[in-house]
């Protein structure tokens, strides 16, 4: 299947987003296996809010959606626009990753 060239560029830019958290980051599988109570769809979240409300200030983004954030307030690193959602796009493909290792591990005899 072939995708429109800007979809190419938006998965592979997620996907070097994901590998970068893991190499620069050290958030590997280990580390994923252990946010067991949603916090990288919660993270996720909060990065795809700073983007889908840009004209909000950090500081009331902060009072608002920083609730939902599930890490200490020093891994909160907006950026721009577009980059938040590479961002939010790498957390969602980590959560993913991370209920598909656990069902399989489930899933062992």
């Known amino acids: 299947m072939s995708y429109p060239v ?3 560029r938006a998965v592979k830019d997620i996907i070097a987003e994901r590998q970068r ?3 620069i980051e050290g958030f590997d599988a280990a580390c994923d296996a252990a946010n067991t109570r949603h916090e990288l769809a919660r993270a996720a979240a909060c990065y795809a809010a700073k983007a889908a409300f840009p004209n909000v200030g950090e500081a009331s983004f902060i009072d608002i ?3 939902v954030w ?3 307030e020093r891994w909160w690193k907006p950026a721009g626009h577009r980059r938040n959602l ?3 796009g790498a957390l969602i493909l980590a959560e993913i990753d991370r209920l598909d290792r656990l069902e399989a ?3 062992k005899p």
Do not use: C
Request: net charge negative; no cysteine.
């Open 6 to 8: 800007y979809v190419d």
């Open 65 to 67: 959606f920083m609730r």
């Open 21 to 23: 958290q893991i190499e």
């Open 86 to 88: 590479v961002k939010a």
């Open 70 to 72: 599930p890490w200490d």
């Open 105 to 107: 591990q489930e899933a």
